[in-house]
């Protein structure tokens, strides 16, 4: 795969947590739980984000291009949509920004990449399901996909796509006007679910533990952000050190190598579970207010 050490620990973490949803649902399954076979339609979507992002799915223009958390990264991946290219090009010549929040501003950009991405898949999945549905001649109590499936994918589709406005919306305004000061989070996903949060039907006490959390979990991100890049220069400076022939030396920058990329794939997987778990919680409150 070509990956960066950052990239595989990424990788490690997803596959990780993608691991323990599917545990879950196999007893899920063994009680009769998931009889419209929704969970597992889901769990497919899932692996198949994840082998499109890391380039798994067979298709050579499908995986992310790594960036570099040592050098400047902002060159070396695109975003495929000319909204967000025009967007970032302002940005970057604007004179607003300094180089950290070029970076912060650039994660912003991926991670609405990865929406859209996530998205797409998604809206094929639905088109796929609807044609199965629309071409069942002999309906029976297997082969019979149920409205309520579709109408909870039509829900989540809908849910990504104002996630997505929402989130155009922001980088049009950053990108033009610089960063606002006051802004409560700086994490693109934590800045998603705290506006999401707002649209959902949460009480004021809710709606304020929920941002105590968001503030935890923001700092939750920006320790696992300082482990990737201690990771990815630990190992520049290994492959560095295994051209100098000293045994002793690499041994020890091994040891440390080992226990960085240990403690990125632990923080990847407790960032992406808390994510999920959150998000969870803020579907539900949407879906309340559909009611």
């Known amino acids: 795969l070509h990956l960066s050490a950052v990239k595989l620990a990424e990788l490690h973490s997803d596959l990780k947590l993608q691991e323990k949803d599917e545990l879950s649902w196999k007893k899920l399954k063994a009680e009769g739980l998931d009889e419209d076979g929704e969970k597992e339609a889901k769990l497919r979507r899932n692996l198949n984000v994840i082998m499109t992002k890391y380039?798994?799915?067979?298709?050579?223009?499908?995986?992310?291009?790594?960036?570099?958390?040592i050098k400047d990264g902002t060159e070396s991946d695109t975003l495929d949509d000319p909204r967000l290219e025009k967007l970032w090009s302002k940005a970057k010549t604007s004179g607003k920004f300094s180089d950290e929040e070029l970076d912060k501003l650039w994660r912003e950009f991926k991670h609405h990449k990865e929406k859209i991405r996530e998205y797409n898949i998604l809206l094929e999945t639905v088109s796929r399901t609807e044609d199965i549905h629309k071409n069942v001649i002999n309906p029976s109590e297997e082969n019979v996909v149920k409205e309520e499936i579709l109408h909870n994918k039509h829900r989540e589709l809908k849910d990504k796509l104002r996630s997505i406005n929402q989130g155009f919306e922001r980088l049009r305004k950053v990108s033009h006007q610089g960063y606002d000061t006051t802004s409560e989070f700086e994490e693109p996903r934590v800045?998603?679910?705290?506006?999401m949060a707002k649209s959902a039907n949460f009480t004021e006490k809710e709606l304020e533990s929920f941002r105590e959390e968001?503030?935890?979990?923001?700092?939750?991100?920006?320790?696992h952000h300082h482990y990737q890049k201690q990771l990815e220069i630990s190992h520049q400076k290994l492959k560095h050190i295994e051209g100098t022939g000293d045994k002793d030396h690499l041994n020890r920058n091994r040891e440390k190598y080992a226990m960085?990329?240990?403690?990125?794939?632990?923080?990847?997987?407790?960032?992406?579970?808390?994510?999920?778990?959150?998000?969870?919680?803020?579907?539900?409150?949407?879906?309340?207010?559909?009611?």
């Open 55 to 69: 380039g798994m799915n067979g298709k050579k223009d499908s995986q992310l291009v790594d960036t570099n958390y």
């Open 191 to 195: 800045i998603d679910l705290w506006d």
């Open 214 to 223: 968001l503030k935890h979990f923001e700092a939750k991100i920006e320790k």
């Open 260 to 291: 960085l990329e240990e403690k990125t794939k632990e923080l990847g997987y407790k960032v992406k579970k808390h994510l999920q778990d959150l998000s969870s919680r803020i579907s539900q409150g949407l879906q309340h207010n559909e009611l």
